[in-house]
T-cell receptor, first 115, second 115 residues
Framework: GAGVSQSPRYKVAKRGQDVALRCDPISGHVSLFWYQQALGQGPEFLTYFQNEAQLDKSGLPSDRFFAERPEGSVSTLKIQRTQQEDSAVYLC?????????????FGSGTRLTVV | KQEVTQIPAALSVPEGENLVLNCSFTDSAIYNLQWFRQDPGKGLTSLLLIQSSQREQTSGRLNASLDKSSGRSTLYIAASQPGDSATYLCAVKRNYGGSQGNLIFGKGTKLSVKP
């Protein structure tokens, strides 16, 4: 596609529910990143994929967070047993390079509200 | 631990004014620094990227400078327009450790340009 597509745009979850957020990167982009942006804050790194390999998951806040990119294209971020502090915008970004930060294209994000 | 700070948090100026946004970082061992723009409900758009060996970059009415030794960058916007209203985020990439591609962001400066 022309850009990075994320779905859903908005998600309201009851505390304790599991959610799955989808990211469709630009076709052919090797690198894919997930960031979490709380209200009034800058984005914070969650995890990084190079093709299907998850090379860095150091930013995932707890073992309730899980991400995958099984075929090296679409990625899913799953949050189990959601809690109120998980409320944030989840941003996905991709670029065509390995291990570089040039050429980032961000999606519009998924706004998750946990009630 | 690298920390990125942006001052001011918010800025309101009349149209046509020149303005400066500030970014500081605590660890000078950076690989590069980027300035992004974020519009409400949208993803981030990269404006300028400065490699650690560079002192400044220019694009149209935008000029970004980098003083790595003092841990500072500025984004200069000339002849501001209402369309420049957005949140401006500064982000650095470390040149050691962690993921090869993740960025560390400041909280942003919310700019409002009044007609």
């Amino acid at each position: 596609g022309a850009g990075v597509s994320q779905s859903p745009r908005y998600k309201v979850a009851k505390r304790g529910q599991d959610v799955a957020l989808r990211c469709d990167p630009i076709s052919g982009h090797v690198s894919l990143f997930w960031y979490q942006q709380a209200l009034g804050q800058g984005p914070e790194f969650l995890t990084y994929f190079q093709n299907e390999a998850q090379l860095d998951k150091s930013g995932l806040p707890s073992d309730r967070f899980f991400a995958e990119r099984p075929e090296g294209s679409v990625s899913t971020l799953k949050i189990q047993r959601t809690q109120q502090e998980d409320s944030a915008v989840y941003l996905c970004a991709s670029n065509p390079y390995r291990g570089r930060t040039e050429g980032y294209t961000f999606g519009s994000g998924t706004r998750l509200t946990v009630v | 631990k690298q920390e990125v700070t942006q001052i001011p948090a918010a800025l309101s100026v009349p149209e046509g004014e020149n303005l400066v946004l500030n970014c500081s970082f605590t660890d000078s061992a950076i690989y590069n620094l980027q300035w992004f723009r974020q519009d409400p409900g949208k993803g981030l758009t990269s404006l300028l990227l400065i490699q650690s060996s560079q002192r400044e970059q220019t694009s149209g009415r935008l000029n970004a400078s980098l003083d790595k030794s003092s841990g500072r960058s500025t984004l200069y916007i000339a002849a501001s327009q209402p369309g420049d209203s957005a949140t401006y985020l500064c982000a650095v990439k470390r040149n050691y450790g962690g993921s090869q591609g993740n960025l560390i962001f400041g909280k942003g400066t919310k700019l409002s340009v009044k007609p």
